[in-house]
């Protein structure tokens, strides 16, 4: 009984690690208005509006979408705030993305920001509470014996990572969104900067970021229109998922998760996908710490376990190498991380890369590409598949 | 052969087939959000004798701020158990919010029943100083206006304009809490006239003490099912047939504060007027805001207004917009209501609000 749905309208916003010059407000009508631009509509064509961020702390703000009807021109309509941790942009496209596969909306606009200049992150991440296990260190000291985990079982060499952190911001360098533009980014210099939580050095790890992204999602009728207005194709959206799994329970395998193994499953029952490896032409994948890129591989099921960094190592990740299966052609989150649009923004290249809109970070003729967001303790997982072809 | 209510919203029938919910109190003192919920998930349930393996989504309402760490609904995932793992979803908003993300889903057909549930407890922090900052970070929360003052603002609004008198707002409150005697959840429940509460000193004129809802730590759980699977789970499934919800602008400076044009609106496209209403549960945390609400829905004075006592009785932030679905359905459930409208509200002075139609078969 699904409608069929298509991305057909994108915006985003540079990232860097202080936009000053804008408020919350003006940070998030950047992206929106861009989306809008490209869908050839105006905020006049919204029938609702879908908000996601992390944490309310990394601002300072609660539940901020109230303030910000005004911005995203969302007065008079209804709006969703969503929040599912780190995988919240994924999953704030999915939930927009429903309601019009549910038949109940035409033209729906999803966002999702963070300012992070406007607090601190590893402080809001990090607050102590009653009966509860610290994270103390933030996010990478929570990773970092996941990682060490999977080195051992994998036997992978220690500079998988440092691979993949030169290859995304290499990526980047193609990408004029990204935050990070390293110029002279080496191994070498991967390897010099400083150890932050073993076997995580610093430039092994995502950048604190501002900034927003904004899609539009069309019905079909939808997207009929947008085509004739602009010319530019739709991204067609073939399966969508999202599972969770507790933080806490013996039974949990950390570095596996079986809420991403299932996730994935269920969405390629979806759309199709028997041999992800060859079936996808390319995937924007959520790896915050370099070492997720191999994890990830494994866990969503494009080699063998234990094989990922296999092919991080042969370069079947990169765009530059000409490998066959690129992953994260935007930079990636090692190269802009606004939180709560980190995961969007994983969506959202996906369908830029189908609409042939990536410029110079484009892979030739995309036509099936993969977006996935994961969050909390590798517990909350949010996938798409986003095709040329009309599902 | 099973019967449906026609439909306003959506083109599948969606029911509310269980609900349980927390006892409210001023201050749950020795059980986390964790601990509180779990009993309310087992029960709700329990009730239709299903578990958490029989439903396809589980969607979560919550604040961060309330608990002051962040992801609070992380940990409050172990009331549910989720392994091996589900299909899950969190709003940060009220839980009836969640509940529509879960009716949204239920529409497409690929699943037939979701755990909806709710949370949020008063206690830990001080709510005037956290509610404040929910307001634009710019112009109004550096004022620190708490939420008694701003919704005294709307009920001197209402007595300017000629809408309402403070007796009006005693009538209410006098009524909510005199229902609330016969609600075994509620947290204030009174038998006093309407005259006796006048008497009440001013805690921010207009507004007394008994025109203030009270704080409160609760939690609460709906099941829905869609379709036939209600009827499994439900003799008389109380059916969605009109939901909807809508946004006004923030800054209080750029509202008619008399009146309620989302909830106008919601309650038109959700189609409250297409039948006489026996019951409405309204979201009315302030004795003012029920008579904005009443007029905006069109109800008269033959509806049987929050017979739960409204959030006049217990408002556990987060769920006391869920619960407020789950009292209508109650309703339908007992044939005490063929019709009922359940309401929703978040954001300062009714900023946001979400219309349910509740119906029998």
Request: charged share 20%; proline share 6%.
């Amino acid at each position: 009984m699904s409608e069929r749905c298509a991305v057909i309208g994108i915006g985003q916003t540079v990232a860097k690690s202080k936009r000053e010059d804008v408020s919350i407000a003006g940070l998030v009508r950047e992206a929106a208005i861009m989306a809008l631009d490209d869908a050839g509509l105006t905020f006049a064509d919204i029938d609702a509006v879908v908000v996601g961020k992390a944490p309310d702390m990394f601002e300072g703000v609660m539940m901020p979408e109230l303030y910000l009807a005004g911005a995203l021109g969302a007065v008079g309509k209804p709006m969703i705030r969503v929040h599912t941790a780190g995988s919240v942009g994924g999953s704030t496209a999915i939930v927009a993305a429903h309601l019009v596969a549910a038949g109940i909306h035409d033209r729906v606009l999803t966002v999702a920001f963070e300012k992070q200049s406007d607090s601190d992150a590893m402080w809001a991440l990090s607050v102590p509470q009653p009966f509860s296990s610290p994270l103390l260190a933030g996010a990478g000291g929570y990773f970092a014996p996941i990682i060490r985990a999977y080195m051992h079982r994998s036997g992978a060499p220690r500079d998988t990572g440092m691979r993949v952190a030169v290859k995304d911001r290499r990526h980047a360098l193609l990408n004029p969104f990204a935050h990070l533009h390293l110029a002279d980014i080496s191994l070498k210099m991967v390897e010099d900067s400083i150890m932050l939580w073993d076997p995580l050095h610093y430039l092994e790890a995502c950048p604190s970021s501002d900034g927003a992204a904004a899609m539009i999602i069309g019905s079909e009728r939808a997207v009929a229109q947008a085509e004739s207005d602009t010319g530019r194709r739709p991204a067609w959206i073939h399966g969508m998922a999202m599972r969770s799994e507790p933080t806490m329970f013996a039974g949990r395998d950390q570095v596996n998760p079986q809420a991403g193994r299932d996730c994935a499953a269920d969405l390629y029952r979806q759309s199709g996908i028997n041999d992800p490896r060859t079936d996808f032409d390319m995937a924007e994948v959520y790896v915050p710490f370099s070492w997720y890129e191999p994890m990830w591989l494994e866990n969503l099921g494009f080699c063998a376990e234990g094989d990922g960094w296999k092919l991080t190592e042969a370069g079947a990740t990169s765009l530059l190498d000409g490998g066959d299966i690129p992953w994260n052609c935007s930079g990636g989150v090692l190269s802009s991380n606004p939180i709560g649009a980190s995961g969007m923004l994983r969506f959202l290249e996906t369908a830029l890369q189908i609409r042939g809109l990536a410029g110079e970070h484009q892979v030739p003729d995309a036509r099936r590409a993969l977006g996935h967001a994961y969050g909390g303790g590798s517990q909350f997982f949010a996938m798409w598949v986003v095709g040329v072809d009309r599902p | 052969m099973t019967v449906f209510p026609p439909l306003t919203s959506g083109r599948r029938p969606v029911g509310v087939v269980s609900f349980a919910q927390h006892d409210n109190v001023r201050r749950e003192g020795r059980r986390n959000d964790v601990e509180m919920l779990m009993p309310v998930v087992a029960e709700v349930f329990g009730n239709i004798g299903i578990t958490k393996d029989d439903v396809g989504f589980i969607c979560s309402g919550s604040t961060d701020y309330l608990v002051g760490g962040p992801f609070s609904f992380v940990a409050a995932l172990d009331a549910v158990g989720v392994w091996p793992p589900r299909a899950e979803s969190h709003v940060e908003m009220d839980a009836a919010w969640a509940l529509y993300e879960a009716w949204v889903l239920l529409q497409e057909g690929q699943i037939d029943a979701a755990l909806v549930y709710g949370f949020g407890r008063s206690s830990p922090g001080n709510l005037s100083e956290i509610l404040a900052l929910q307001l634009d970070p710019y112009y109004m929360a550096p004022l620190w206006p708490d939420p008694t003052s701003l919704a005294a603002l709307q009920g001197q609004a209402l007595i300017d304009a000629g809408l309402a008198t403070e007796a009006d707002f005693a009538a209410v409150a006098s009524r909510a809490r005199r229902a609330a005697l016969a609600n075994p959840h509620a947290q204030v429940a009174y038998d006093r006239s309407a005259e006796d509460l006048l008497r009440e000193q001013y805690e921010v004129a207009p507004l007394r003490r008994h025109a203030l809802p009270p704080l409160s730590d609760g939690c609460a759980a709906i099941v829905l099912a869609a379709g036939d699977r209600a009827y499994e789970l439900c003799e008389r499934p109380a059916f969605i047939t009109g939901i909807d919800h809508r946004l006004e602008a923030h800054a209080i400076g750029a509202r008619d504060l008399t009146r309620s044009p989302s909830t106008e609106l919601a309650g038109q496209k959700a189609g409250v007027a297409k039948g006489s209403v026996d019951v409405a549960e309204l979201h009315a945390p302030f004795a003012p805001q029920e008579l904005i609400l009443a007029r905006a829905l069109g109800l008269g004075a033959d509806v049987d207004i929050s017979p739960s006592g409204g959030a006049l009785a217990a408002n556990p932030l987060m769920s006391a917009g869920l619960i407020r679905i789950g009292e209508a359905s109650r309703a339908i459930w007992s044939g005490r209501a063929d019709r009922a409208v359940a309401h929703a509200t978040s954001g300062p002075c009714l900023q946001q609000n979400l219309v349910c139609v509740l119906e029998g078969a």
